[in-house]
């Protein structure tokens, strides 16, 4: 999108900036121990956050972070005996995002703390 049809867009929202945010879950470690599906495991998810927010001037992003990857979640979703258990799916979810979010805002704090090169 256009600058001015990114403005147009702004005005009628009543906002100063779009953001644009992909998240990607996938496994982050695997705990447990299983022997020919005898055994339990279980799959600790974590989030990679991509965002870009754009104000009405500019056709490139006035910020952006391409990869804010948090930790494993401590939450895990259990295979037991060859059976996915979804009890903790949503928890272990939402847990790996709010870890990404996280690092996504200690990065956002660092780059505005630095002095903007010109």
């Known amino acids: 999108m256009q600058p001015p049809a990114r403005a147009a867009l702004l005005a009628a929202l009543k906002v100063d900036a779009l953001g644009f945010v992909r998240v990607r879950l996938s496994v982050g470690r695997i705990s447990g121990v299983s022997i020919g599906g005898i055994g339990k495991t279980e799959k600790h998810p974590k989030a990679v956050i991509e965002l870009k927010v754009f104000d009405a001037t500019t056709a490139d992003p006035v910020w952006q972070e391409r990869y804010a990857q948090g930790q494993p979640s401590e939450a895990g979703i259990a295979r037991t ?26 990065n956002y704090q660092e780059a505005k703390a630095k002095p903007v090169e010109k």
Do not use: K, P, Y
């Not at 060859?82 to 200690?106: C, F, K, P, W, Y």
């Open 81 to 106: 005996m060859g059976i996915d258990s979804d009890e903790n799916e949503t928890a272990a979810m939402l847990e790996a995002l709010t870890l990404a979010t996280s690092v996504l805002g200690t």
